[in-house]
């Protein structure tokens, strides 16, 4: 019997000392998988954040990554030019903590809808501030004669296309990182560091649009709306226009005028739009015997188009599209 029961106390003591053994080792277990999880941080909720339309989306995503929810105020689908603000829209801007625009007067409707939403709370980021600006009577006030568009009333100071230039989308994006900063200064150094990537990406850009460019500089190529005035001057082209926003209707000095420019540079191709301008174009491209292509804006596109990349690769593509206009092939 006194065996027996030693026996039973060494073995009950086995099972204490594994029991031991175990639990420690489901501890470590549980404490190397909590250092492998991602860090949350639930007293600290994501920054909130509205864009306007497609490429305000993208440089804001690139600068933000996983620190911030961006949504975008616009459907994909309906440009800046076009949008009729909504009672739903008002209530995004009332739940969010930043709202970064373009600025210039592209989102004219934006007054109105920030006092709707009542939140004086909002953090504003104008991406415009300090970019080198086109005043709209520079590209509007000259003789049609001279293939430029002639002056129309009503019409903000500044052409406000400034992200087709990748050289000022840079500037756009420093602004859009120093707002994000100032809004939420703890991010900084993840604010800091994707703008300063994707900074470099856009510097990679302009390099290879340049040397794309360059063999044709002071040729005048031909778009569907106002927009590319600042894409013309800094690859030393020039940019000239079949309607001006928010008319949609060629008149008849505006088909005549456009005629007179490809005829006298000899283009070999008409520049529509995703959404507008082709059967516009159409017609003149028939009478003319030349092409019609398209140049993107950036102004709708698709659900995809909400991703830092896509700015690049359709400005890249923008670029091809234009050496064909000019090149024929």
Known sequence: MVHLKMGLQRSSGIVRQLSVVVVSAI????????????????????LQVVTTFIPIT??????????????????????????????????????AGVLIENGLGMEVFLDELVKNAGNSNLEIIDSSKGVQTISTEAIQGHDPG????????????????????????????????????AADPSGKEIYTANAAAYMQRLRKL???????????????????????????????????????????NPSPDDVKRVMNTVKVTNLKTLLAEPRSGEDAFAALAKDLKVRVSTFDPMETGRPGALQPEYYIITMQQNVKTLVTAFTGH
């Open 27 to 46: 501890a470590v277990s549980l404490g190397s998988c909590a250092s492998n999880a991602p860090a949350t941080n639930s007293a600290s909720p994501q």
């Open 58 to 95: 993208d440089f804001t995503k690139a600068v933000a990554g996983d620190r911030a929810q961006v949504t975008q105020l616009l459907p994909t689908n309906v440009s800046p030019h076009d949008f009729q603000a909504k009672p739903e829209d008002a209530q995004k801007l009332a739940k």
């Open 206 to 248: 302009d390099e290879e649009t340049t040397k794309m460019l360059q063999p044709f500089a002071g040729k005048t190529f031909v778009v569907f709306h106002d927009f590319a005035p600042y894409f013309a001057q800094s690859y030393n082209l020039k940019a000239n226009f079949l309607v001006d926003v928010p008319e949609d």
């Open 146 to 181: 001279s293939g430029e568009k002639p002056d129309k009333a009503g019409h903000e100071e500044f052409n406000p296309h400034i992200w087709l230039d990748p050289k000022r989308a840079i500037r756009q994006v420093e602004n859009i990182r120093d707002g994000l900063i």
